[in-house]
Nanobody, 115 residues
């Protein structure tokens, strides 16, 4: 069974940066379209960015130009570089395959943007 482990979250001031990492075991992320999602308190989980097996990338309008998704095939991980963070980016961030073919969700990593 595939297991996803997200890390790299934390508390950061507005304008700051964080680098999230998602390690996958039990499958190879390079052959799938992988994605980062986030869920803020009281809101539905939303798609933030996705990267295809051919490295084609698509971003939500709210993060375009600030976030970058990438893949480290040697480490079987998916990375989300987040720059120019805003308070509205505060959420729990998860990685997974691009829906609807989801794997079991990991625990996520909390990102809090606050002064």
């Amino acid at each position: 069974q595939v297991q996803l482990v997200e890390s790299g979250g934390g508390l950061v001031q507005p304008g700051g940066s964080l680098r999230l990492s998602c390690a996958a075991s039990g499958s190879i992320v390079s052959i799938y379209t992988m994605a980062w999602y986030r869920q803020a308190p009281g809101k539905q989980r939303e798609l933030v960015a996705r990267i295809s097996s051919s490295d084609y990338k698509i971003y939500a309008d709210s993060v375009k130009g600030r976030f970058t998704i990438s893949r480290d095939n040697a480490k079987n991980t998916v990375v989300l570089q987040m720059n120019s963070l805003k308070p509205e980016d505060t959420a729990v961030y998860y990685c997974n395959r691009y829906s609807p073919s989801l794997w079991p969700w990991g625990q996520g990593t909390q990102v809090t943007v606050s002064s």
